[in-house]
């Protein structure tokens, strides 16, 4: 059609963005095993997190002769009859969702332990090794019965003391501890006791990615935790510079008129060793900001996976925001308060740093006064000398024009020419003087008019 032909370039993948990654069809009793992979680490130069979890991906479909999607997508699913698979490329990190549905109601924990964790070839799971930075299970149970009595037979399931759950999107229960069980991976479960269609889908979604984000959150707090005596040392070697820059100050009276060289060039030690500090927090930050900023924005999906979950208190249990309230949060605020502390001292280190280089820049103005100073009152000197010179100048080429012109006079006398030469020789003095003075003058302003 010709509307066809009337789309922006981008109209259509824009549009289809939105619908790129839609949730996977759920129904219970239906087991999930779910992993966030994690590659940053392990690139190399000229490598990329998109081609190396290709790559995995790829090797993971051509065990089941599956043809694996194009080395720009960011979606793939696939039923591999046995088991279903939704994978998921991001910046940071890859996410591959199992799921296997069961022809038959099953205990919660026998649930666990038929995962489709077992139907992933061995030798790829081993290609994982260092990279898993999420590991976990689902159940999805639609038993029936008191949120009370369940919770009591889940104490087998989950090996931690502390028990989160609560009522969710109003058809729903989540149960969880958070914690990586002996086999490696955690463990939640959902029961649907009147789930819509697709919800179950969209919860289980929402659930692992609160899981996935939480983790990759809590990637900033090492980075924190290392920044702390990094932090301390600076900030220690700040204030000793400061110190130092006010006791330079009181040495010299307070004044910068009379500053000796060996308070210059102390003064640019100090110049120097700032520097180095700068230099020192700019690597920190280098190092740091990135990750603090993926960290909050990770830290700002988790709170909104949870808002959106719409939770209800099941009595005795702590829902999953009380859970995150106290745990989660307060590795946000550390590696907020490190990001902040970081940025301020790297305003302090520039404003010392502007406030040292403006008294070095005012000495060595002050110097260059001096020496400007000294070279007027040399150069007045060299005038006055000079002067001195040109009145001899013009008295010694006088005299020797004046007697050129005597022996002139006598020569005029001896050839019979009426002439007095003592009378003419007195009389030319103060001609040939004023005309010598005069050509000088002359020859000087020629040589000012030039320059």
């Given at each position: 059609m010709i509307y066809s032909s009337l789309n922006h370039a981008l109209r259509v993948p824009l549009a289809a963005e939105i619908h790129s990654r839609p949730f996977l069809e759920l129904h219970a009793p239906e087991s999930i095993t779910h992993l966030a992979v994690y590659v940053r680490d392990d690139l190399a130069p000229g490598?990329?997190?998109?081609?190396?979890?290709?790559?995995?991906?790829?090797?993971?479909?051509?065990?089941?002769?599956?043809?694996?999607?194009?080395?720009?997508?960011?979606?793939?699913?696939?039923d591999f009859g046995r088991f279903r698979l939704k994978w998921e490329s991001h910046t940071e990190f890859a996410t591959y969702t199992f799921a296997q549905r069961h022809e038959e109601a099953l205990p919660v924990d026998e649930a666990f332990g038929r995962v489709p964790l077992h139907q992933i070839p061995q030798q790829w799971l081993s290609a994982l090794q260092g990279r898993l930075m999420v590991a976990t299970h689902v159940v999805l149970d639609a038993s029936s019965g008191a949120a009370q009595d369940f919770a009591h037979g889940l104490?087998?399931?989950?090996?931690?003391?502390?028990?989160?759950?609560?009522?969710?999107?109003?058809?729903?229960?989540?149960?969880?501890?958070?914690?990586?069980?002996?086999?490696?991976?955690?463990?939640?479960?959902?029961?649907?006791?009147?789930?819509?269609?697709?919800?179950?889908?969209?919860?289980?979604?929402?659930?692992?990615?609160?899981?996935?984000?939480?983790?990759?959150?809590?990637?900033?707090?090492?980075?924190?935790?290392?920044?702390?005596?990094?932090?301390?040392?600076?900030?220690?070697?700040?204030?000793?510079?400061?110190?130092?820059?006010?006791?330079?100050?009181?040495?010299?009276?307070?004044?910068?008129?009379?500053?000796?060289?060996?308070?210059?060039?102390?003064?640019?030690?100090?110049?120097?060793n700032i520097t180095r500090l700068a230099a020192r927090l700019e690597n920190l930050a280098v190092d740091n900001n990135y990750r603090f900023s993926a960290s909050q924005a990770y830290f700002r999906l988790v709170a909104a996976r949870i808002e959106e979950l719409r939770e209800e208190r099941i009595e005795g249990f702590p829902t999953v925001e009380e859970f995150m309230d106290r745990r989660l949060t307060p590795a946000a605020s550390t590696c907020a308060a490190i990001s902040s502390r970081q940025e301020a001292l790297a305003r302090r280190i520039a404003q010392t740093n502007d406030l040292l280089r403006t008294r070095v820049g005012i000495v060595q103005e002050q110097q260059n006064r001096q020496i400007l100073q000294s070279m007027n009152a040399r150069a007045a000197q060299q005038l006055q000398l000079q002067q001195a010179v040109e009145g001899l100048s013009v008295a010694a080429i006088s005299y020797y024009m004046i007697g050129l012109l005597g022996y002139a006079a006598k020569a005029l006398k001896a050839a019979g020419l009426p002439i007095n030469a003592d009378i003419s020789t007195g009389v030319l003095v103060p001609v040939v003087a004023g005309a010598v003075w005069l050509g000088l003058r002359r020859m000087h302003k020629r040589m000012h008019a030039g320059h």
């Open positions: 490598a990329t997190n998109a081609r190396l979890q290709h790559g995995l991906l790829t090797d993971l479909c051509r065990h089941f002769g599956v043809s694996a999607p194009a080395e720009e997508a960011k979606f793939f699913f696939h104490r087998r399931v989950f090996e931690g003391k502390l028990l989160v759950g609560s009522r969710v999107l109003h058809g729903a229960e989540i149960w969880t501890d958070f914690l990586v069980q002996s086999d490696g991976f955690s463990r939640i479960v959902v029961r649907d006791v009147g789930l819509r269609e697709q919800q179950a889908g969209r919860l289980v979604q929402r659930m692992l990615e609160i899981e996935t984000y939480r983790m990759m959150a809590l990637l900033g707090l090492p980075h924190a935790q290392r920044a702390t005596p990094v932090l301390n040392a600076i900030e220690d070697e700040l204030a000793e510079l400061t110190a130092a820059m006010i006791e330079t100050d009181g040495m010299n009276g307070g004044t910068l008129h009379h500053q000796s060289a060996a308070e210059s060039v102390q003064e640019q030690g100090l110049l120097d």
